[in-house]
Structures are given as C-alpha cells and as structure tokens.
C-alpha cells in the first residue's frame, strides 16, 4: 500500500436465500457464495447465518386476496418473531409477538410509496436489529418526490417486499414501478398476481418468510479505495454446484461509502 493511501474499511452485507417452495434449504458455507462490488469479484472474511431476531412491518392495504395471507406469512417466520400492522399510512396494531386477535377485516387502501416510508420509519422503533417489510396490495398510487423515497430506503437495512394482486397495472404506473424498484434496491423481492387469488398470495407471503428464515451476513474487505463519497453497486451469486442447483440470492442493489 502506498504512504498516506486508505485501508478500506471491511463491510458487511445481508444476503437472502430462497428455493422452490415449501422445500428444505440447505445450510450454505462461504464458498458456495460470491459476491461482487462494482463488478469486481470480493474476496469473502466473514461468513455465519443470521439467526438474530426478527422485526417485521406489514403494509395491509389488499382486499379479499389477502384475507389470511397476514396469518400465513407470521405463521411461516420463526417464533418470537415481532411485528406491526399497518393500513394506509395508520398502526392498527402496535409491535407484538402475539398472533392471536390478528384482524380479519382490513380497510382497503391505496398503497403509496409514502406509506413504506412511514413504514420504514416505524421499523426504526423496533426491539430487534434485524428487519423487514411487507407490502399487501390491491392498488398503488402516484408517487411525489420518487427519488427521495428511493434514497431513503437505499439507506436503511431493511429488504423491502411488494406483493400486488390485480387484474390490472394495479393503479398509477409510476407508483408500480417506484415500489417495485425499492424493492430491488432493498434486496428484496416483487410479486404480481391476479385479484381474489388468495391461494396464490398465500404462497407469495410463504415465499417471502422463506428467504426471512433463511438469511446470511457476508463481509469483506473492499478491493478499492475511494477518498471520495461514492456508490458502490453489489451483486450476488451462488456457485451452481449439486447442493443448491435450484437456490436464488439476493442483496441490495449497492452502498455509499462513508467519506473518510
């Protein structure tokens, strides 16, 4: 290294494993991932499942078609696993671990992308440093400002899931596409399914709390350096091998660097 050039700081990142459903996902080691920052292939230092606790936020704003996908998806988390519910941009139920007296009824709202911000703010408050949001909904609407609500989810730590049923674009096109680009950029996931399929969004929330039981923090230390605040773009991979020929990966879109 040269006098007066910058050590990287290491780096940590979570990464999300899923698999057909409903089937046994193996325990990964570090060598059946890859990682790659800006395009350039990372060497792995830190590898272990995360098996902290669990908060999750739920954004209920669907009708018929997701009468007990709220049920189904705690159901599916691992136990003592905390969360909120949520309608519009208003807390109908408060952090909790009890899944008894779960509503039955939700009001049927408009999703916004203003809505997952509050959503993200209220995770802030949580017990446990490992979170997660959950999007049910039946329409979306158009979105203000949709570059300040990206930069705000880019910036937390927490995979953002949207799960639309419609027979339709599901409402303002901008609105889709903002949320299923926070989505992305998270390290989350999207679905699109077709209104009143409850079976079939039953099965979008099993997906989702299988990636949640199924987490691993990766670090490494960074090739570059940079003096300067900048983007880092991340991508994720597993090694094609017999034991996980039919596993996913996912993690977020990239990082700013801290200025030094």
Known sequence: ML???????????????????????PRLQAEDIRIWEDGDEQEITHFAP???????????DGG????????????????????????????IRPFSIDLLGLPRIY???????????????V???SAFPRKALVVLADTVGEPPEVEY?????IRQDVPVYFILMSDGIGGAPTGVNALKEQTEH????????????????????????????NQYI???????????????KLRVALRREEKAPKLSARIKSGYYTALP
């Open 3 to 25: 006098l007066g050039q910058t050590s990287p700081s290491p780096v940590r990142f979570r990464v999300t494993v899923t698999g057909p459903l409903n089937s046994l996902i």
């Open 50 to 60: 995360d098996i902290q606790p669990l908060s999750v936020g739920i954004i209920h």
């Open 64 to 91: 018929n078609s997701f009468r007990d996908a709220t049920r189904v998806f705690l159901e599916g988390l691992p136990r003592g696993t905390e969360y909120f519910l949520m309608t519009g941009d208003t807390v």
């Open 107 to 121: 009001r049927n709202e408009t999703t916004t992308v203003e809505n997952v911000y509050i959503g993200l703010d």
């Open 123 to 125: 995770l802030k408050e």
């Open 149 to 153: 609500y990206r930069q705000h989810a």
């Open 186 to 213: 998270t390290g989350g996931e999207t679905y699109f399914g077709l209104s009143d399929a409850s079976v079939q969004a039953e099965n979008f929330v099993r997906q989702v709390s299988q990636g949640l039981k």
């Open 218 to 232: 990766v670090g490494y230390v960074p090739q570059k350096v940079s003096k300067n605040r900048s983007w880092r």
